[in-house]
Structure formats: structure tokens, C-alpha cells
């Protein structure tokens, strides 16, 4: 059987999500999502165009929705009304699709969350029949309260966006993912390949990234080792690590089990 990753009902093969910004262009953003096996893929409605502008090149064209699933997302957002009024626009520009990615910001230095916006958003959203996957900090009491909100997926900070810092509190996110009964997925951090395999070793659900991909000196090649770290993250999570322990023999180890020497005719 698959181990395949359940969001709002539906089954994907790609534990990666892959977001659609900060790279060259719309050419190497499909190199970089056809490298990754990325079948989620987010996009930033207020820097992307999807159609708001036309006769301007559109992402559409290079990654179609018919091969991909849209994450509209509400990157860029300081309050709840200005994330609720973007994600109603995507629905429209992406006719009816409710499948999206909230986040609402609260800082524009650090892009730290502001989590009481985005649980008021997350409520007007879920009420207005949104399928919300919600970007949060690592607070494990906030990211109950969205998940009893009706949220499809809580996405927790690894660190902040950007940062490429990796899990800086994989205590915290041991906490929400044993409690949660939807998906959690690290969203922000990650820098590189091990830290996307730390995250899907704690037992994350996926991973979502975005810079970690686009900014790398070669994305494309980059995209390809983020497949195999969540992949191989997930396989060892799956598997069950070996105890820790502060020394690894036991009292018979030095003798227990060994092949005894043959001793040579005539001599003992």
C-alpha cells in the first residue's frame, strides 16, 4: 500500500510542497516543481500573476492546475480582512477553488505570524467554506485552537521564513504533532536537505518550502535533494529509529556471541 498524504479527503504521492516565488522565471519555476515531485504547489496572490494581469506571462501557462494543485496563499498580509479579502479573490480568479494556505503576518522584519489575525481569519474563512491550511507559530495551544477552528492542516514555523535556520524547537513540534489529528506540515525554515529530513523524522506529515528551493545556487538540482531528504525522512520515521542510549555495548558484548579461535593440532 502507498503511504500517501491525506489533506481535506484527497491522497497525494508528495509529502514536498513547493512554493512558485523568487525564482528567475516561470521556466526554471517548472524545472525546479518537475524536479521536486511536488503535486501542491502554493502561490503568493498578491505577487504572482494567475490572470490579474492581462497580457502579462502567467504562472497558469507554466504550471497548469490541471497537472498541479493550486495553495493560493496570503503572503504579504497584516490582518485578518486583508487575508480573507485575498483568498476570496483566488477563489474567483481560480474559479471556486477552496483549497488554500493562510497566513497573516506580524512583523515585516521577521514575517513572524500574528496569531490572533489568523485565528479570527481562520474563522471567517472556515465558515465561508474554505478548506484552510494555516501557517502558525510553534505554539502548541494556538495550533489546537486552529485545528478545533476547522483548519484541513496546521503548518507550524521551523523557523522564521527565510531564515534557512532548520528545526530551532523540534520539542514544540513533537507537542502539536502528537496532539494533532490533522496533517502538520513545517512550513519556513528549512535551509536545507537535512533539516527536511529532521522535520519528516519527527514524524511531520510533509514539508513546505519555498526559498530554501528557489535561492539555492542551483534550484533545480537543489529541488531533487529535497525530494529524497522528505522521502527518506519519512521511510526512517516510518521505520522506528533505534533507542538512544549513552553507550551502545553490554556486559557480554566483549565475549557474547563471538566465533571462537581454532586452535592448531598439537599446541594448546
Given at each position: 500500500?502507498?503511504?500517501?498524504?491525506?489533506?481535506?479527503?484527497?491522497?497525494?504521492?508528495?509529502?514536498?510542497?513547493?512554493?512558485?516565488?523568487?525564482?528567475?522565471?516561470?521556466?526554471?519555476?517548472?524545472?525546479?516543481?518537475?524536479?521536486?515531485?511536488?503535486?501542491i504547489v502554493t502561490v503568493a496572490i498578491r505577487r504572482t500573476n494567475i490572470g490579474q494581469e492581462a497580457g502579462?506571462?502567467?504562472?497558469?501557462?507554466?504550471?497548469?492546475?490541471?497537472?498541479?494543485?493550486?495553495?493560493?496563499?496570503?503572503?504579504?498580509?497584516?490582518?485578518?480582512?486583508?487575508?480573507?479579502?485575498?483568498?476570496?479573490?483566488?477563489?474567483?480568479?481560480?474559479?471556486?477553488?477552496?483549497?488554500?494556505?493562510?497566513?497573516?503576518?506580524?512583523?515585516?522584519?521577521?514575517?513572524?505570524?500574528?496569531?490572533?489575525?489568523?485565528l479570527v481569519a481562520a474563522q471567517t474563512l472556515v465558515k465561508d467554506g474554505f478548506k484552510v491550511m494555516v501557517?502558525?507559530?510553534?505554539?502548541?495551544?494556538?495550533?489546537?485552537?486552529?485545528?478545533?477552528?476547522?483548519?484541513?492542516?496546521?503548518?507550524?514555523?521551523?523557523?522564521?521564513?527565510?531564515?534557512?535556520?532548520?528545526?530551532?524547537?523540534?520539542?514544540?513540534?513533537?507537542?502539536?504533532?502528537?496532539?494533532?489529528?490533522?496533517?502538520?506540515?513545517?512550513?519556513?525554515?528549512?535551509?536545507?536537505?537535512?533539516?527536511?529530513?529532521?522535520?519528516?523524522?519527527?514524524?511531520?506529515?510533509?514539508?513546505?518550502?519555498?526559498?530554501?528551493?528557489?535561492?539555492?545556487?542551483?534550484?533545480?538540482?537543489?529541488?531533487?535533494?529535497?525530494?529524497?531528504?522528505?522521502?527518506?525522512?519519512?521511510?526512517?520515521?516510518?521505520?522506528?529509529?533505534?533507542?538512544?542510549?549513552?553507550?551502545?555495548?553490554?556486559?557480554?558484548?566483549?565475549?557474547?556471541?563471538?566465533?571462537?579461535a581454532k586452535t592448531a593440532p598439537g599446541k594448546s
Open positions: 500500500m502507498k503511504d500517501l498524504l491525506v489533506i481535506a479527503g484527497k491522497p497525494y504521492a508528495s509529502r514536498l510542497l513547493v512554493g512558485t516565488g523568487k525564482y528567475k522565471d516561470f521556466a526554471e519555476t517548472r524545472r525546479a516543481l518537475d524536479a521536486s515531485g511536488a503535486e502579462q506571462p502567467s504562472l497558469l501557462d507554466a504550471v497548469p492546475p490541471s497537472q498541479f494543485t493550486y495553495l493560493p496563499n496570503t503572503a504579504g498580509c497584516y490582518s485578518a480582512d486583508d487575508a480573507v479579502r485575498t483568498l476570496r479573490l483566488a477563489r474567483e480568479l481560480l474559479d471556486g477553488h477552496d483549497l488554500v494556505k493562510l497566513e497573516v503576518l506580524g512583523d515585516p522584519t521577521t514575517l513572524f505570524p500574528n496569531v490572533i489575525e489568523t501557517y502558525t507559530s510553534d505554539d502548541p495551544i494556538i495550533a489546537k485552537r486552529l485545528e478545533d477552528t476547522g483548519c484541513v492542516a496546521i503548518m507550524p514555523l521551523a523557523s522564521l521564513i527565510g531564515s534557512g535556520m532548520g528545526i530551532l524547537n523540534p520539542w514544540s513540534l513533537q507537542l502539536i504533532i502528537e496532539s494533532a489529528k490533522v496533517p502538520v506540515i513545517v512550513d519556513a525554515g528549512v535551509g536545507t536537505a537535512s533539516d527536511a529530513a529532521i522535520a519528516m523524522e519527527l514524524g511531520c506529515d510533509a514539508v513546505l518550502m519555498n526559498t530554501a528551493i528557489a535561492a539555492a545556487r542551483d534550484p533545480v538540482l537543489m529541488a531533487g535533494a529535497m525530494k529524497k531528504a522528505v522521502e527518506a525522512g519519512r521511510e526512517a520515521w516510518l521505520a522506528g529509529r533505534m533507542p538512544r542510549k549513552l553507550y551502545g555495548a553490554s556486559p557480554s558484548s566483549p565475549t557474547g556471541g563471538m566465533i571462537a
